[in-house]
């Protein structure tokens, strides 16, 4: 008789035991981690925040919890990240590194959870190699430093993954079960596609498992299930709070973010530089060697293919999870219309977990590639570990703070800089004499109609929680005969240039530096 309160013990029992992790494998991984967190650190102290990190700096910072989770829909994301930056504003080391500890903390954890998931599948240098696939990718080092929710959603679908695979295989289930619940709500209350996030892997891996035992594990729908109500206190806020600017990006006909499929490109940023060319290397490498020596095996035929651990519904989760890109696509073509390549790093998890997997199947019959595989491990952690390092403040501070042109302009004439995205930075980074004197001119009615409006958007969303204070195009003109513009040479975003000029005022080249140029702009 089947006793029905244990499902899990239908797997085989050899595959449900827990992976035993040596103690050497503790501390190379310990080693890894650490370096990697040292890396981190470093380039946080030295790379000046950006226009969306300020924002996260605005409501971490906000005089109370309950003011902040008020003023969190004009910023469009659910509170967790901001919670856990909050209190980590609170320690005594500059804002840029305790900003984006949360996420440099969060990356790591990822990382792990990526090695536990591909190591109950298989040995350990595939599931190092998974986990320095994710530390090398584009997507994994720039999260990892990003004041932004993306990295702590990484980390909570990698604790999802690992806790719905302890509970299909009957390790600890019940606490697993409890974990998937909690992933689950985490997730949303990181980001609303969080539940995507979570969902999509978990619903693969379960319907493979429903395919082989014929039956559904309810339990683990349940837990699923639990954990997704959470949207109802997280959605309707933040959608309310973001209607405004869904309906402007619905309505602009040349909106730059629309979702294409030229984004599949994005598949690129989820793994190091020059590791697909390594794969096929090895796989050619594997074919000839094999090959050449298939005279001299002998035996039966069974023995040289031993049966692989890896199980079809882990495989299937992460290739679930691969999936986030194309998934995030359709999510965005048929809905929002708004699509940011940060919404896609998800498929960085599931293209580490499913190389780490697939890799493993693959040296079983090639044994001979093992070899590329270990120097894919070491070259993707020597992508990943030095990457920051040769980034200093002063290329940073170039980038985002005034150009040095402004020295070239007259003290008494205010600047007015054209790109949203550049002017919130510049200010925030400027002495108070400077900031005195720079402007932004918004008139989010001529905007709403441009290509990249979303920086004006926010920036008029949050005058009422401390960003720099935007002046009106019209009345700006209106009080001023004589000004300087500064522009960053990012024409989509720098809708003043033109329409000025479409109006009649001239303006004069005045100083120019290879990303910038500053003008001299008189009235007609």
């Not at 329409?499 to 001239?506: A, F, I, K, P, V």
């Amino acid at each position: 008789m089947i006793n029905k309160c244990k499902p899990e013990q239908e797997d085989s029992p050899a595959t449900n035991m827990p992976v035993h992790v040596h103690w050497r494998e503790k501390v190379i991984l310990a080693a890894i981690v650490s370096v990697f967190l040292a890396t981190q650190i470093r380039i946080a102290a030295l790379r000046l925040f950006w226009f969306d990190e300020l924002c996260s700096l605005v409501f971490s910072s906000m005089p109370t919890v309950k003011g902040m989770l008020r003023a969190l829909p004009a910023d469009g994301n659910p509170p967790l990240f901001f919670l856990l930056a909050r209190l980590c504003l609170h320690l005594p080391v500059r804002a840029e590194i305790s900003l984006r500890l949360p996420s440099m903390i969060a990356i790591d954890i990822a990382a792990l959870m990526i090695y536990l998931f591909v190591r109950r599948n298989t040995g350990i240098i595939f599931s190092f190699l998974a986990m320095s696939i994710f530390l090398g990718c584009t997507y994994g080092h720039s999260a990892s430093i990003d004041a932004r929710p993306y990295a702590l959603l990484l980390c909570i679908t990698g604790g999802a993954i690992c806790c719905w695979q302890s509970a299909a295989r009957g390790i600890h289930r019940r606490w697993a079960l409890a974990g998937i619940a909690l992933c689950m709500a985490g997730a949303i209350f990181t980001h609303h596609y969080g539940v995507i996030y979570v969902t999509l892997p978990l619903a693969a891996g379960e319907c493979v498992r429903a395919w082989q035992r014929r039956r559904i594990d309810y339990p683990v729908s349940a837990a699923m299930l639990s954990g997704a109500l959470s949207l109802f206190l997280t959605f309707p806020p933040m959608f309310h709070g973001q209607a405004g600017l869904l309906k402007a990006v619905k309505n602009c006909p040349v909106f730059w973010y629309r979702p294409s499929l030229g984004q599949l490109l994005g598949y690129f940023l989820t793994v190091p530089r020059f590791v697909p060319v390594m794969i096929l290397a090895a796989g050619v490498f594997g074919a000839l060697m094999s090959h050449a020596a298939s005279g001299a095996r002998r035996g039966p035929k069974e023995h040289l293919h031993p049966a692989s651990r890896v199980r079809m519904e882990d495989l299937a989760a992460g290739s679930a999870l691969a999936m986030i890109l194309p998934v995030m696509l359709l999510v965005t073509k048929f809905g929002t219309g708004y699509f940011n390549a940060r919404y896609a790093t998800g498929s960085s998890l599931g293209v580490a977990i499913v190389s780490g997997l697939l890799l493993s199947l693959w040296n079983e019959r090639l044994p001979e590639i093992k070899a590329f595989i270990v120097v894919g491990v070491i070259y993707c952690l020597l992508t990943a570990l030095p990457v920051f390092w040769p980034v200093g403040p002063e290329s940073e501070a170039a980038r985002i703070q005034a150009d040095p042109i402004f020295l070239s302009a007259s003290a008494q004439e205010p600047i007015v800089i054209a790109d949203a995205s550049v002017f919130w930075p510049t200010w925030w980074y400027s002495d108070f004499s400077t900031r005195a004197r720079l402007h932004y001119l918004s008139d989010l009615s001529y905007a709403v109609n441009q290509p990249d409006f979303v920086g004006e958007y926010s920036l008029t969303l949050e005058q009422p929680y401390g960003v720099p204070k935007l002046d009106n195009y019209r009345e700006f003109l209106n009080s001023h005969r004589r000004f300087l513009l500064f522009c960053h040479r990012v024409p989509r975003r720098e809708w003043t240039i033109d329409r000025l000029r479409g109006e009649g005022w001239r303006l004069t080249p005045i100083a120019t530096s290879s990303r910038n140029i500053l003008y001299q702009v008189d009235q007609p």
